[in-house]
């Protein structure tokens, strides 16, 4: 299962941005599709998770408000707007996932069977 991670890129603060996570040719009902960060030095951080089947939705609390996570059915593929960006938003930006991932609990990376490369987020002035 090969998901594509994709729209990282450089933006001012205050800016957006959209990331996509492309899974081609595979079903993803009963998975909880995710997107993780990692900033240099510091521990991975669960973002926003949606549930493909019935598209429910869960955030950190440092994005609520700021990013939006969504799917597309037709094209196998959940993206994130994110909106109002800080510069504590600059990191390597994963998709990941899962059948037994807790959305109250969306943090937990082993709960993610599958996992994406990294699509780089950079927000400076």
């Known amino acids: 299962v090969q998901l594509q991670a994709s729209g990282g890129g450089w933006v001012q603060p205050g800016g957006s941005l959209r990331l996509s996570c492309e899974v081609p040719g595979f079903s993803l009902d009963y998975y909880c599709i995710g997107w993780f960060r990692q900033a240099p030095g510091k521990e991975r951080e669960g973002v926003a998770c949606i549930t493909y089947n019935d598209g429910r939705t869960t955030y950190a609390d440092s994005v609520k408000g700021r990013f939006t996570i969504s799917r597309d059915n037709a094209k196998n593929t959940v993206y994130l707007q994110m909106s109002a960006l800080k510069p504590e938003d600059t990191a390597l930006y994963y998709c990941?996932?899962?059948?037994?991932?807790?959305?109250?609990?969306?943090?937990?990376?082993?709960?993610?069977?599958?996992w994406g490369q990294g699509t780089l987020v950079t927000v400076s002035s």
């Open positions: 990941a996932a899962g059948t037994g991932v807790i959305l109250s609990n969306m943090d937990n990376g082993a709960a993610y069977a599958y």
